[in-house]
């Protein structure tokens, strides 16, 4: 909703008939795919609404019959309703070992799409960025964020990934871990030598345009190349 102002009445009706339908798990007597209940819990979360412990239960039943995105989106849920539960974990593991690294960074394999009505929105990219921003939400510590970051920001051709899907949660997931890594500035020091003289220091504090000057004589230069 960035830039487009819901009224909060709205949002209200909204959820409220989104718990219902999770509730009974079907519309009309037909039954909702999995993978839309658990785009809906990840949705009711990420509103602080904290999704119906009934259906939170039917997925976790049907877990192996789950792809990584909505193990992802279930993890996310039951995380909303208890950080520490033991489910998040086991969860998570299952996650992690469809992580490969590679020189290019880090990726996930052996994704499935099981059950899944609307193959149009799929692709690696769109679940390289689900499986990060589930990382960073739960594991902000994960050793794979680094990689996954560097893969999913190289992944891009023209500076857009391939689809409006891939777009949107790569963005969210790398605004998540840009904010993060700039929440606390990092100082760095930085020095300039040339052989054993120093030209110059400075200190920079987060993303800087700060600069120095230093000053050799051209005699100094020539006594190096000697």
Same mark, same amino acid.
């Given at each position: *909703?960035?830039? $487009? ?11 409220? /008939? ?16 999995? &993978? ?5 819990? &990840? ?16 997925? &976790?039943?049907?877990?192996? %019959? ?6 992802? $989106? ?15 974990? /086991? ?10 690294? *590679? ?60 689809? *409006?899907?891939?777009?949107? &949660? ?7 871990? $840009?904010?993060?890594? *700039? ?21 920079? %504090? ?21």
């Amino acid at each position: *909703t960035r830039g $487009f102002e819901v009224s909060s009445e709205m949002i209200l009706r909204v959820f409220h /008939e989104l718990d219902s339908t999770l509730e009974e798990g079907d519309v009309d007597g037909r039954p909702i795919p999995l &993978w839309d209940q658990a785009l809906a819990l &990840w949705v009711m979360a990420m509103r602080g609404a904290v999704p119906t412990a009934r259906a939170v239960e039917r997925l &976790w039943n049907v877990r192996d %019959r789950l792809d990584v995105e909505s193990l992802c $989106f279930l993890a996310v849920a039951i995380h909303s309703r208890d950080p520490e539960h033991p489910r998040v974990a /086991e969860l998570l593991r299952v996650v992690e070992n469809a992580i490969v690294e *590679t020189a290019e960074g880090a990726r996930i394999a052996n994704r499935s799409f099981l059950d899944r009505g609307r193959p149009i929105w799929l692709s690696d990219r769109r679940t390289d960025a689900i499986v990060l921003d589930a990382l960073l939400r739960l594991r902000p510590d994960h050793p794979s964020i680094g990689p996954m970051v560097r893969a999913l920001d190289g992944g891009r051709s023209n500076g857009r990934w391939a689809t *409006t899907q891939e777009n949107a &949660w790569a963005l969210m997931a790398l605004t998540r871990y $840009f904010a993060g890594e *700039t929440a606390e500035p990092t100082v760095l020091d930085v020095s300039l030598w040339m052989g054993d003289r120093a030209m110059g220091r400075v200190s920079l %504090r987060g993303p800087s345009e700060e600069g120095f000057n230093g000053a050799l004589p051209m005699s100094s230069i020539a006594a190096l190349t000697d």
